[in-house]
């Protein structure tokens, strides 16, 4: 049965019975079975059991790895975060669910539509994710470096610092002691969460006085900062109503700012945290993908990019849903006089991301491949980046992102 079939099962069997339903949720469990909850006042008295007789008659063959049938009350007291959605899991952005999508052979060819493949421009702004699943290999500082190099060139850029749990974009530019108490992208999500209208104004540092950059920090980290942090549940907007975080991206691209952003950069945290599913898997037209090209890093990476391929964004500018569109910076390349050594982790690099593409291979309609080099830029080790505490102002030091600022500068045109 599929998932609105067990649906249309279980209102026939809750009417049979005389119960209403205030809440009806049937989810595929994304590896087997189902997860399915019902909330009905008419479960008041019955036993356990009982509600499941009434519930899923008909039903007694479905692998069921989930099943809360409780009344609204009990639902107050019993739901946490991982309750089940109403949904087929066709574009949830979670971690479980895109990578288990990606091993389903979700990912059709023909299903894969890039924003590079449009005619038509994407409406601004570009949302570019900055990604990586392993620390130490310059993610930050790409995205700072490639902000700088946009608004050099007369780009209104936003830098957004998502990595909650480690903030350190304002300091990358410089502007870590103006952030203030109660300021910062934590506090804005969960007066978004609670319904309210933030002055995301207040919120947001200007970099520069020569050029349009601009950086809304995650926060000031101290106690307070903490505390609210422990309050916060990703997964759980994409279960209710209201979507905090498509809402910031709502009104970063308003008439709310004193500025029109041509790209925000979200500055994600390393690993697979609950926040980085949405900022991949759904909230990005470029997901650019940093990582080292050692051997540990080609399978989880590869998993990764397998999953991006088989998400569809939050766009809804075409008849057919947007898939991000991966970039790659691999980095840091060894600083070796050894032209083979260069050559080796270059070449290895290339040869990974051509396999983990491969599925592109199969997509007739598209009128030119795609060139595993045009997408991925290597950036070498330089010492004075490495070691500095915010980016440089001399623009030579510049020049090994400008490939990355290039990527971008392609939707702007």
Excluded at 385 to 403: G, V
Aim: aromatic share 8%.
């Amino acid at each position: 049965m599929n998932h609105s079939e067990i649906k249309e099962r279980i209102h026939q069997n809750m009417s049979r019975a005389a119960l209403e339903i205030t809440d009806l949720r049937v989810q595929p469990d994304p590896f087997l079975g189902w997860r399915i909850a019902v909330i009905s006042l008419g479960f008041d008295g019955k036993s356990k059991q009982e509600r499941k007789n009434i519930v899923l008659e008909g039903l007694e063959e479905l692998t069921i790895q989930w099943l809360d049938l409780l009344t609204p009350e009990e639902k107050e007291q019993e739901w946490a975060d991982s309750v089940p959605i109403d949904s087929t899991l066709e574009n949830v952005p979670f971690w479980p669910e895109a990578l288990a999508r990606s091993r389903s052979g979700s990912s059709n060819p023909e299903a894969i539509l890039f924003p590079s493949d449009l005619d038509e421009d994407l409406d601004r702004p570009i949302v570019a994710t900055f990604y990586s699943l392993r620390g130490g290999v310059g993610r930050s500082t790409a995205l700072a470096y490639t902000a700088r190099i946009l608004a050099s060139r007369g780009r209104t850029v936003l830098c957004v610092d998502m990595d909650l749990e480690a903030p350190g974009l304002a300091a990358l530019f410089g502007k870590e002691n103006e952030i203030k108490d109660q300021q910062g992208l934590v506090f804005v999500l969960l007066s978004l969460e609670q319904g309210e209208e933030p002055d995301i104004r207040n919120h947001i540092l200007r970099v520069s006085e020569t050029d349009e950059i601009y950086c809304l920090p995650a926060g000031l980290p101290n106690a307070n900062y903490a505390r609210l942090l422990s309050f916060m549940e990703p997964g759980a907007w994409y279960r209710e109503d209201r979507n905090p975080l498509r809402e910031l991206i709502q009104i970063l691209s308003s008439d709310r700012l004193p500025f029109k952003p041509d790209v925000i950069l979200l500055d994600a945290r390393t690993g697979m945290t609950p926040l980085n599913g949405p900022l991949l898997f759904d909230l990005a037209d470029l997901a650019i993908i940093v990582f080292f090209p050692n051997l540990q890093a080609q399978r989880v990476t590869g998993e990764l990019v397998r999953a991006l391929l088989a998400a569809e964004t939050r766009r809804t500018e075409t008849e057919q849903r947007l898939t991000p569109e991966p970039r790659f910076i691999v980095s840091p390349i060894p600083a070796s006089k050894a032209p083979e050594v260069v050559e080796r982790y270059q070449h290895r690099a290339i040869e990974w991301i051509g396999d983990w593409l491969s599925v592109l291979r199969d997509k007739q309609s598209r009128s030119e491949p795609i060139k595993e080099s045009d997408i991925t830029h290597f950036i070498p080790y330089r010492e004075e980046i490495a070691t500095s505490d915010k980016i440089l102002s001399n623009q030579e030091t510049w020049r090994d992102f400008e490939p990355v600022a290039e990527w971008l500068e392609g939707f702007l045109q």
